[in-house]
C-alpha cells in the first residue's frame, strides 16, 4: 500500500477539484480516523483513505442538464485523483 500514499491528500484532491472546474468547496475539516467511520475502518487497517461528504444538489442528474453536467465533472475529477494516486 505505500505506494499508493499520497503526500497531502486533501490539498492535492482539492486542486485536482479545482483543475476541473469545481471550484464550490467546503472547509469544514474534522479528522474522520478518529469518529466511527469508514475512514476510521480503514486507518485501523493502515489503508489510506479520504472522507467526502458531497452535498446532493451535486448528486442529482436527474433534475436538469446543470445537474448533469455537474455530476460529470465531479466523477471525472475524483476519477482522475484517484488514477493520479494509483499512477504513482
Given at each position: 500500500?505505500?505506494?499508493?500514499?499520497?503526500?497531502?491528500?486533501?490539498?492535492?484532491?482539492?486542486?485536482?477539484?479545482?483543475?476541473?472546474?469545481?471550484?464550490?468547496?467546503?472547509?469544514?475539516?474534522?479528522?474522520?480516523?478518529?469518529h466511527?467511520?469508514?475512514?476510521?475502518?480503514a486507518?485501523?487497517?493502515?489503508?489510506?483513505?479520504?472522507?467526502?461528504?458531497?452535498?446532493?444538489?451535486?448528486?442529482?442528474?436527474?433534475?436538469?442538464?446543470?445537474?448533469?453536467?455537474?455530476?460529470?465533472?465531479?466523477?471525472?475529477?475524483?476519477?482522475?485523483?484517484?488514477?493520479?494516486?494509483?499512477?504513482?
Amino acid at each position: 500500500m505505500a505506494d499508493y500514499v499520497v503526500a497531502n491528500p486533501p490539498y492535492e484532491l482539492e486542486n485536482r477539484l479545482r483543475n476541473d472546474g469545481l471550484l464550490s468547496l467546503s472547509y469544514d475539516r474534522f479528522p474522520a480516523a478518529k469518529h466511527q467511520t469508514l475512514t476510521k475502518f480503514a486507518a485501523h487497517h493502515g489503508v489510506p483513505a479520504i472522507q467526502l461528504e458531497i452535498n446532493a444538489t451535486w448528486v442529482t442528474p436527474s433534475a436538469g442538464n446543470l445537474e448533469a453536467q455537474r455530476v460529470s465533472r465531479l466523477l471525472q475529477a475524483l476519477e482522475r485523483f484517484v488514477d493520479g494516486v494509483l499512477k504513482r
